[in-house]
């Protein structure tokens, strides 16, 4: 009979826009090792794999070697877990159809399993954070990029090609600002962190009311939330503007999907009241009736690179075995 060896770890791996985030999981969700390194440092996505294969295999060979390892998950924006593909990428150095699945696959010889971002937020909420326990949730992630994934009766809508929940490329403004995706008033244009910056800036070239935000050259959401617990009247503006549109976003989605809770992920929802408060403010008049306040409205309590790599994690362990080395 021939003697079965039972791995018990996955590699988890978190690809942003600005970074690439990878670590060795056990059985247990516990984080043995990880590493990352800047993804802006591979415009070619070939080379970006083969650098990335090589950083996992000396991560692995470091702790306890490679036949410790199962399969590897991959979280990513605008890949879609039914074709194992980035596809059209609006915020990734990488354009067209990416088959990062089967390259990944090829160079490291076991399992990859690949799926969106926002999706892979959800799965790690789902499993070890906010989200525990819920059957019915809404994952919103706020960064560059504006992604979301809806849990329903404890499963993941991922939708026909896997593109399901794409909640950033909504329109909340006919011909309103341009998007990386090629249309127009998309919400991403105006809730992700680019459009927070542009609406500071029309909001400065619209009077000449005092703001500190005159004084910074590189404004991001991040300084613009520090300006608003300092008081900053035009700063606090910036997200109650970038709040309506969220809201008003969610209302409509809520509206679809009845959700017991919406939770809010990545750097911009770290604004915390200067955004949650005005997006209550649109959400309640904006959503059906009979869930008008019942949903809950949250920012996550996760650290959000841990929470991305453990949901990867959990998605390398729901892929079928593959290993050239048994």
């Known amino acids: ?6 791995k018990s770890k996955v590699v988890g791996v978190d690809i942003s826009n600005e970074s690439t985030t990878y670590a060795i999981v056990d059985l247990r969700g516990n984080i043995i090792a990880e590493d990352s390194f800047s993804t802006q440092d591979y415009p070619d ?4 794999v083969t650098a ?9 060979e470091s702790n306890g070697g490679y036949e410790t390892i199962r399969s590897i998950g991959v979280s990513c924006p605008s890949a879609s877990s039914v074709s194992g593909c980035i596809e059209n990428a609006a915020n990734l150095p990488w354009k067209g159809v990416v088959p990062l699945a089967a390259m990944l696959r090829d160079r490291m010889g076991l399992a990859v399993a690949l799926s ?5 937020s959800a799965l790690g909420e789902y499993t070890f954070g906010s989200a525990h326990g819920m059957k019915c949730f809404i994952i919103v992630c706020l960064g560059v990029g504006i992604g979301s994934c809806f849990f329903s009766e404890g499963y993941e809508h991922r939708g026909h090609l896997g593109f399901a929940g794409e909640f950033g490329h909504t329109c909340v403004v006919d011909n ?6 090629g249309h127009n008033g998309c919400l991403e244009t105006y809730v ?15 009077s000449d009311a005092p703001s500190l935000m005159r004084d910074i050259e590189n404004l991001s959401p991040r300084i613009i939330a520090e300006l608003c617990d300092k008081g900053d009247e035009m700063a606090i503006e910036v997200f109650r503007r970038t709040g309506y549109y969220l809201g008003l976003g969610l209302a409509n989605y809520a509206s679809i999907v009845d959700p017991e809770a919406i939770i809010l992920t990545g750097g911009i929802s770290h604004a915390g009241k200067w955004l949650v408060a005005p997006v209550y ?16 409205i949250l920012c996550s309590n996760m650290n959000n690179r841990e929470r991305d790599v453990l949901g990867a994690s959990a998605l390398a ?9 048994k």
């Open 1 to 6: 009979m021939e003697e079965y060896n039972i």
């Open 45 to 48: 996505v070939n080379n970006f």
């Open 52 to 60: 990335l294969s090589e950083k996992i295999v000396t991560l692995v």
């Open 116 to 120: 969106n971002d926002a999706h892979i």
């Open 176 to 181: 309103g600002r341009k998007c990386g995706c």
């Open 192 to 206: 992700g962190a680019n459009g927070i910056v542009e609406t500071a800036r029309e909001l400065m070239a619209e």
């Open 281 to 296: 403010e649109a959400f309640e008049p904006h959503v059906f009736g009979n869930l008008r306040g019942k949903v809950k």
């Open 317 to 325: 362990w729901s892929v079928p075995e593959y290993s050239l080395f």
